[in-house]
């Protein structure tokens, strides 16, 4: 593959994982807000056209580690940023990869902080239904030794050793 047709390849790669990126924001912001209340219909939606964005995003880095495989170079970072020295040698690309590695962050960190939403909720209805059902609540710790251990709490704390 000629250096030109690759970097011309890479571009539309960026710019398409830039696009998806910005989308799968713009669905975990409004994901969070989603989650802090009750219907599930939208949290099902949400959580769908997320699957879909990050299966794109999935394919789209399959692309380039076959891209960076095909001319020789490793399937990684490293490999990635060889392959753009070669075919970008004045580094016009590398304001896209930028962006893009800003977005994922961003990603991530809405990601973060929906998955304590719903761990924060999960909590909530287990607490609820132990109350409702009079069953105690069932907690996973770790015991003096590390191992995992299963608890019983019951809501009542009567001692501690």
């Given at each position: 593959m000629d250096p030109l047709v690759c970097r011309e390849h890479l571009t539309e790669l960026f710019r398409e994982e830039s696009t998806l990126l910005a989308e799968l924001e713009q669905l975990l912001s409004r994901e969070a807000g989603?989650?802090?209340g009750s219907d599930i219909r939208e949290i099902e939606?949400?959580?769908r056209a997320r699957q879909e964005r990050m299966g794109a995003l999935a394919r789209l880095e399959e692309q380039r580690r076959s891209l960076c495989a095909m001319h020789g170079f490793a399937a990684d970072?490293?490999?990635l940023e060889a392959v753009m020295a070669w075919c970008d040698p004045s580094g016009m690309l590398t304001e896209s990869l930028r962006d893009c590695a800003?977005?994922?962050v961003r990603c991530r960190e809405l990601n973060d902080h929906n998955g304590v939403l719903v761990t924060a909720r999960l909590k909530r209805v287990e607490s609820l239904l132990g109350t409702l059902t009079g069953r105690p609540?069932?907690?996973d710790t770790y015991g003096p030794r590390g191992?995992?251990?299963a608890s019983i709490r019951s809501g009542r704390?009567?001692?501690a050793a």
């Open positions: 989603i989650l802090e939606q949400t959580t970072r490293a490999g800003i977005r994922a609540t069932r907690l191992y995992g251990v704390v009567l001692g």
